[in-house]
């Protein structure tokens, strides 16, 4: 499974920022995960194929996640964001056919204060 994320960047507190990440083939759980220097890897959001959702406590009620079934891309709407949210963020896929975890490449988000 290839992933392709985008979306990343500079952003001031207070702003927003859209990461997308598609997929080689069709995937039942999607979503992200992201890390900070000095810290986990720790969830952001996750969907399953058919929208369930889990956030991560720092993001509830700030970030959604979505996805497109059709395109096998994820999307991670993040608004009023804050400087703790700096951290590269990793596109995350999980099929429970196969069981397997797939990571991709990361992408950079810096929040300035």
């Known amino acids: 499974v290839q992933l392709q994320a985008s979306g990343g960047g500079l952003v001031q507190a207070g702003g927003y920022l859209r990461l997308s990440c598609t997929t080689s083939l069709s995937i039942t759980n999607m979503g992200w995960y992201r890390q900070s220097p000095g810290n986990q890897r720790e969830l952001v959001a996750t969907?399953?194929?058919?929208?369930?959702?889990v956030y991560g406590d720092p993001v509830k009620g700030r970030f959604t996640i979505s996805r497109d079934n059709a395109k096998n891309t994820v999307y991670l709407q993040m608004n009023d964001l804050k400087a703790e949210d700096t951290a590269v963020y990793y596109c995350?896929?999980?099929?429970?056919?196969?069981?397997?975890?797939?990571w991709g490449q990361g992408t950079q988000v810096t929040v300035s204060s």
């Open positions: 969907i399953s194929s058919n929208g369930t959702t």
């Open positions: 995350w896929t999980f099929n429970l056919g196969t069981l397997y975890t797939h």
